[in-house]
């Protein structure tokens, strides 16, 4: 391989149907040259044609349409990895359920059961991704998510800005709907009383001023809060000597609609001071 400049490069694999279309698009939008469906032996080439500055962040997606190549892709990744450049493996999940209806929305087929079941497809598609998923740096569950989540996912996680610390994403969620799979801190804050208990309250959710106060304005949330915040001071810093780049903190009451979302904007006012990329995702607060 030639003496190019180091690259940032991610690669994007996953299961058919769990956005790996949308997750290439939102790197495209934050200036990564962006190939969809290069064949993995062509990774190498690849860096060395991007040549000098220009392109300093490269994003591809690989999948399992590359058949018997697939087998190579540790070896490659290896090699790119050896010559310099920072290479990170993205893989996108989500349940067998949540891929099949998707299929039957789109009335698709699956490219590796185009006259079989879907079922059929996924099950030959898991077995032929396996190892790409244990190499991965990061995988996301799309079950749950629309494009929106997922395209801001996907920027919070792998976007060129330069930053001090790690990204950081502060989420409520309800579960009721279940616990995010991508959370890498996950609070429960149902000890608090409900204000979905209080007639006023009900209808509202933890944006209203009147349900943040009725939350925040007790001695047991505020100690609560601030144990949360020494907490992560405590562990980002060293999240971040480990390599870990992108980090999500969970918290969640029954619904996703009150106690979390509003802790959940406190927390966010109170980190950000120290990680100006503090996003914040009400994951629930729009469900029944």
Do not use: W
């Given at each position: 391989?030639?003496?190019?400049?180091?690259?940032?490069?991610?690669?994007?694999?996953?299961?058919?149907?769990?956005?790996?279309?949308t997750a290439i698009r939102a790197l495209e939008?934050?200036?990564?040259?962006?190939?969809?469906?290069l064949p993995v032996l062509l990774l190498p080439k690849l860096t060395e044609l991007a040549g000098g500055g220009q392109f300093s962040h490269l994003a591809l997606v690989v999948d399992a349409r590359e058949g018997i190549f697939l087998k190579e892709a540790p070896r490659v990744l290896d090699e790119v990895r050896r010559a310099g450049h920072q290479v990170e493996v993205l893989f996108l999940d989500a349940s067998d359920e949540s891929l099949i209806r998707r299929f039957s929305e789109t009335?698709?087929?699956?490219?590796?059961?185009?006259?079989?079941?879907?079922?059929?497809?996924?099950?030959a598609e898991r077995e032929a991704l396996k190892d790409l998923r244990e190499m991965a740096d990061q995988v996301i569950d799309s079950s749950v998510l629309n494009v929106h989540d997922l395209k801001r996912m996907v920027q919070a996680r792998?976007?060129?800005?330069?930053?001090s610390g790690p990204s950081l994403s502060v989420m409520s969620f309800g579960f009721r709907h279940g616990v995010p799979p991508q959370a890498d801190l996950v609070f429960d804050v149902r000890f608090l009383p409900n204000p979905y208990f209080v007639p006023e309250l009900k209808g509202l959710t933890g944006k209203d001023p009147k349900v943040a106060a009725y939350v925040l304005d007790r001695e047991e949330t505020q100690q609560f809060v601030e144990k949360v915040v020494d907490l992560c001071r405590f562990l980002f810093p060293r999240?971040?000597?480990?390599?870990?780049?992108?980090?999500?903190?969970?918290?969640?009451?029954?619904?996703?609609?009150?106690?979390?979302?509003?802790?959940?904007?406190?927390?966010?006012?109170?980190l950000i001071s120290d990680h100006p990329r503090v996003q914040l995702w009400d994951r629930d607060v729009e469900k029944e």
């Open positions: 391989m030639s003496n190019a400049p180091a690259k940032h490069i991610v690669v994007i694999t996953g299961m058919s149907g769990s956005g790996k279309s939008d934050v200036g990564f040259f962006c190939i969809d469906n009335r698709r087929r699956h490219p590796l059961a185009p006259t079989g079941s879907v079922a059929e497809g996924l099950r792998f976007s060129p800005e330069p930053a999240y971040q000597k480990e390599g870990k780049a992108y980090l999500t903190v969970a918290l969640g009451c029954t619904g996703g609609k009150h106690r979390s979302v509003a802790i959940a904007e406190e927390l966010r006012k109170r």
